[in-house]
């Protein structure tokens, strides 16, 4: 049974960084994109980050373009998504997910085909 386990969520204010890990398992993700979106309250699901399944071709939102940095690792079936200069409308629980199919790119939400449960980011101003 595949797992998603997002970590790294907390509470920082405006201009911090924040570092998010998703640790998957269960199936071998190296074939397949992964990514990240989030959620915040009152609001419809956001794409935020996405890359290839050879870690060669990312695909960012753009209210995080700039912003956010989205990398992978296979051998160890995580994938990292690293943001900097955080706004208040950052804050959002932040899923990772991971393509529905091996090698095809994932650039939105219906692209993802499974994902995690979630971690909380909370941004001060």
């Known amino acids: 049974q595949e797992h998603l386990a997002e970590s790294g969520g907390g509470l920082v204010q405006a201009g911090d960084s924040l570092r998010l890990s998703c640790a998957a398992s269960?199936?071998?993700?190296?074939?397949?994109?992964l990514g990240w979106f989030r959620q915040a309250p009152g609001k419809e699901r956001e794409f935020v980050a996405a890359?290839?399944?050879?870690?060669?071709?990312?695909y960012y939102g753009d209210s995080v373009k700039g912003r956010f940095t989205i990398s992978r690792d296979n051998a160890k079936n995580t994938v990292t998504l690293q943001m900097n200069s955080l706004k208040p409308e950052d804050t959002a629980v932040y899923y990772c997910?991971?393509?529905?199919?091996?090698?095809?790119?994932?650039?939105?939400?219906?692209?993802?085909?499974?994902w995690g449960q979630g971690t909380q980011v909370t941004v001060s101003s």
């Open positions: 997910g991971a393509g529905r199919f091996p090698v095809t790119v994932v650039v939105g939400i219906p692209d993802f085909g499974s």
């Open positions: 269960g199936r071998t993700f190296s074939s397949f994109a």
């Open positions: 890359i290839n399944w050879s870690g060669d071709s990312t």
